[in-house]
């Protein structure tokens, strides 16, 4: 499988390369050439198989000839094995047609863990087959940097600086992030938002110079990888309800639109989705535009669902290179256009075909806190807010004709216990594993919204660029590249 850029304008990529490049040089974000395709024989053939098989199923045309099976095998069965649940992704029934995709079994009780617990085994295996070494960084609203400073902590290629908007995260999520002290491990607290730290990172990958230097990848939902390993659990909750002969819709609280995404490239690869819902806190940009047509940014208001508190859904590009008929040109029109102006539309005709699948639900606080208490009253389950977005939508934008709903917990109550005690009363307790969190000693620096500043201390924290296995890296991926 090869990989080429939504803007077009980047060299087409192998796997292992798209895997450590994570935003093209073009400014666009990778995608599969073509979509692998199930016929409902293979889908109707996962069912009941354990989670890591159903992934070796997804994953492997994705990989291609980039890791040797047996090896994709041992990694898949690495990575899920260490989940806090035997099933993986757990599926609970909240009433007659709504389920609960539980996704929050990983180490840090996030669905993020699920992509970047992979993706972490992914650079350690392919980087270690080249020789090669990486500085991994990222923007995170709060959940994506736990996961990724888990999925890189430790391992002998990968340094890894992440970027959280200063003070704008939970306390649990800055102390996923801070408590981690090994030397590979740099927090970066920045004085501005998650958009800020997002347009410092995707700077830092624009400065050519700078991106060479310092051997930079990304593993934010950019990375193609996270999309890749995001479609498991589709096919794996979609089959348990009943596909291929039976058509499921999603319900997904949405904030850079990576994991809707994977939803719907669930279905080009042949999964039956039926129906897709976006839940937007009050940051609904992409509400906004599917009612409209029209995607303009607005500030940004920090909610009682930080992680889907963003203006811009960077991962929305991929969705935007099918709309626009697979024209990179095109693209990188709409989204300069976009960068400048601070809006774009699509056409009647273009919106008409995305709501075929598409529909979308915003949640205020309030609504969002309701959701919570009466979920806990109707099925017992405590859900986290941007959980409780998702069952909220599902309930709100179902259609009359669909069979199963699928809504995704994507956190663990106990991430956000502040919101969650007071939306039902009820304190949700961290596991067992994490109930020292709160005394554990923390490391963070804190810098301002500014480029220079951060590239300055980046290439003052990694080690020496001289070391031999940089220089093969730098070498070889330009080559590639
Ligand atoms: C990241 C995250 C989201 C948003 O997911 P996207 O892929 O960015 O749309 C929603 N909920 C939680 C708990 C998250 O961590």
Redesign the pocket.
Known sequence: MRYLSTRGKAPVLSFDEALLTGLARDGGLYLPESWPSFSPQEIRALAGKPYAEVAYAVIKPFVGDCIADADLRRILTETYGVFGHRAVAPLKQLDERTWLMELFHGPTL???DYALQLVGHLFDHVLRQRGERVTVIGATS???GSAAIEACRDRDQVDIFMLHPKGRTSEVQRRQMTTILSSNVHNIAVEGTFDDCQDQVKAMFNDIGFRDAMNLSAVN?INWARIMAQIVYYFVAAVALGAPDRAIAFAV????????YAAYAAGRMGLPVSQLIVGSNSNDILTRFFNSGTMEMAPVNPTISP??DIQVSSNFERLLFDVLDRDGDKVSATLTGFRETGRFDVTAEQLQRLRRLFDCHRLSDEETMAEIAARLQTSGELLDP?SAIGTAAAAAALRDDVAVVVALA??HPAKFPDAVEKASGVRPQLPARLADLYEREERCTVLPNDLSALQGYISGNRPPADAPSSDTSASSVRGAA
């Open positions: 996030a669905f993020k709060g959940d994506t939902s609280p949405t904030g850079n639109f990576g994991n809707i992680s889907m941007h994507c956190a």
